[in-house]
T-cell receptor, first 111, second 111 residues
């Protein structure tokens, strides 16, 4: 069964460093998303992406964040200068119909 | 402002003891309501989509129902493998795909 994959599973970085989180969505899906979940809190929407452009973003998704679909299979989230408060699980999701399918997540730890 | 509230926060059940989880929502217009299951350290796993009041969906021991203000997830004769956090999320009609999640109900089923 097709699934969303994410790499790495765990990333540790120092405050101020840039990180890139990678996702491979399900192959025939056209809509892509990033969410995050701070430990013990709700899953929060970051951004949606369709037809090579951002279609919606949250207040969390400021100038420090960017997304890209560099080729036909990958979808990336870049954080330019990480802060301690960026520590969270980051989930990629994709959909073709109504429901979004989530990846296993990348745990980002900022020290 | 859109809001999704789940209750109870936690539920401890004996194997075979049926129960219901509640998701109440306030949204300007509902495009869809989604139920996910989340195991510790993993991404949300899609269970059901409900689109209109009166709709019901069923899968094994789980049944989801929808009214104009809330949704219920009924767990019938649960087994220990049903232990997980169950998440409810709404998609508003004015959104491109931004799921708004509740905090979840953590279910523990003991043998």
């Amino acid at each position: 069964e097709p699934e969303v994959t994410q790499t790495p599973s765990h990333q540790v970085t120092q405050m101020g460093q840039e990180v890139i989180l990678r996702c491979v969505p399900i192959s025939n899906h056209l809509y892509f998303y990033w969410y995050r979940q701070i430990l013990g809190q709700k899953v929060e929407f970051l951004v949606s992406f369709y037809n090579n452009e951002i279609s919606e973003k949250s207040e969390i998704f400021d100038d420090q964040f960017s997304v890209e679909r560099p080729d036909g299979s990958n979808f990336t989230l870049k954080i330019r200068s990480t802060k301690l408060e960026d520590s969270a699980m980051y989930f990629c999701a994709s959909r073709s119909g109504g429901e979004q399918y989530f990846g296993p997540g990348t745990r980002l730890t900022v020290t | 402002e859109d809001q999704v509230t789940q209750s109870p926060e936690a539920l401890r059940l004996q194997e075979g003891e049926s129960s219901s989880l509640n998701c109440s929502y306030t949204v300007s217009g509902l495009r869809g309501l989604f139920w996910y299951r989340q195991d510790p350290g993993k991404g949300p796993e899609f269970l059901f989509t409900l689109y209109s009041a009166g709709e019901e969906k069923e899968k094994e021991r789980l049944k989801a129902t929808l009214t104009k203000k809330e949704s219920f997830l009924h767990i019938t004769a649960p087994k220990p493998e049903d232990s997980a956090t169950y998440l409810c999320a709404v998609l508003a009609t004015d959104s491109w795909g931004k799921l708004q999640f509740g905090a979840g109900t953590q279910v523990v089923v003991t043998p």
